[in-house]
């Protein structure tokens, strides 16, 4: 059974940064691509960034291309989101997602995706 654990939201002031962590058990982690997705309330979940299998290949929403970096250690089971210079708008839930597939090109698309986590609440205070 696939579970995610995700980890390292808070409360922060803008220009500040956080690291969310998500650990994944139940399956082959290396073999498939990962995603972080947000949702602010009242807004539908959106994807932030997405990793391959390997960590060589990685996808990012052009609202937060340059700020945040996904990562991965394969070896830990664990996929990252450094998530720099915050705003107020980046207040939202965030969650993990691993793809239905392995060894796929990541994306930004919902459907890609079919486990996640219960999340980790950001907070960035102007």
């Known amino acids: 059974q696939v579970q995610l654990v995700e980890s390292g939201g808070g409360l922060v002031q803008a220009g500040g940064s956080l690291r969310l962590s998500c650990a994944a058990s139940g399956r082959t982690f290396s073999n498939y691509a990962m995603g972080w997705f947000r949702q602010a309330p009242g807004k539908e979940r959106e994807c932030v960034a997405a990793?391959?299998?390997?960590?060589?290949?990685?996808y990012y929403a052009a609202s937060w291309q340059g700020r945040h970096i996904i990562s991965r250690d394969n070896a830990k089971n664990t996929v990252y989101l450094q998530m720099n210079s915050l705003r107020p708008e980046d207040t939202a839930d965030y969650y993990c997602e691993l793809d239905s597939r392995p060894y796929r090109t990541p994306t930004g698309g919902r459907n890609q995706y079919v486990y996640w986590g219960q999340g980790t609440q950001v907070t960035v205070s102007s």
């Open positions: 990793i391959n299998w390997s960590g060589f290949n990685t």
